[in-house]
């Protein structure tokens, strides 16, 4: 039996000859997504993602129409939102007696600089010494009106540092208990003024469900 011969291109056979070579055809390469065909589609597409529907909590930015007409009716103006919030613990505990409205959640400015100016100082010597305080009127949630302070408070924290708020005492625990307050609530408080003279309404809020589509 003849060797099969080496040759530079392959092997020989036992006559001498080239075995022929069987060529493989290349398989389409698959069209591409962005190209076109007949019926304006493609096979190859991949499937889109369906759009998730997200839902939040919004809150309504204007004042009510009833404590408006109730401003109004004193001779109100200067209406201004001064803080949104939910009700901690201790603004509805009898305990603590207070509304906190921390200086970092105030939306817009509500004071003059000269009440600014008085709420800073503080009276008294060293034993003893008191914060300034100022007496506002404040309609309630129930539409009711009553007096109450405002007073600026120096929170110390446990690591050391401090931070400042301004605070309704007084007679918050009875606004909390007519009003039936609870805590994470959400409130807001609003600013407004007679004949120069700085007021306040406590207005509760509930949110609108609202969808966006991603």
């Known amino acids: 039996m003849k060797k099969k011969m080496k040759h530079d ?3 020989l056979d036992d006559q001498g000859r080239f075995p022929e070579t069987t060529k493989i055809k290349k398989r389409p390469s698959p069209r591409s ?24 909590q919004q809150y309504p930015t204007d004042l009510p129409i009833k404590f408006r007409k109730r401003i109004t009716a004193l001779g109100g103006s200067d209406v201004a939102l001064v803080i949104h919030k ?4 201790t603004d509805v505990s009898s305990g603590h007696n207070r509304l906190s ?7 817009q400015t509500f004071l003059t600089p000269q009440v600014t100016e008085m709420l800073n100082s503080v009276s008294g010597n060293n034993n ?11 309609i309630e949630p129930s539409l009711h009106r009553d007096t109450i302070s405002l007073r600026k408070w120096e929170m110390k924290k446990a690591s050391g540092s401090s931070t400042s708020m301004y605070v309704l005492v007084g007679k918050w625990n ?14 807001q408080l609003w600013s407004f ?4 003279k700085l007021c306040f309404a406590l207005v509760k809020r509930r ?5 966006f589509l991603f």
């Not at 076109?36 to 529907?53: I, P, Q, V």
């Not at 003893?128 to 404040?138: A, D, F, G, I, N």
């Not at 949110?207 to 969808?211: E, G, I, K, L």
């Open 33 to 56: 997504c962005y190209d076109d065909d007949d019926e304006g589609s493609c096979h190859e597409k991949k499937k889109r993602k369906r759009k998730k529907a997200t839902r939040y």
């Open 86 to 89: 939910c009700l901690f613990k």
């Open 193 to 196: 003024r007679i004949n120069s």
């Open 9 to 11: 291109q392959g092997f």
């Open 128 to 138: 003893q010494k008191r914060c300034s305080e100022m007496e506002v009127m404040l």
């Open 207 to 211: 949110a609108r469900s609202c969808c």
């Open 101 to 107: 409205i921390p200086l970092n959640q105030i939306q």
């Open 174 to 187: 009875s606004v909390a208990w007519r009003n039936a307050l609870r805590e994470d609530e959400t409130m």
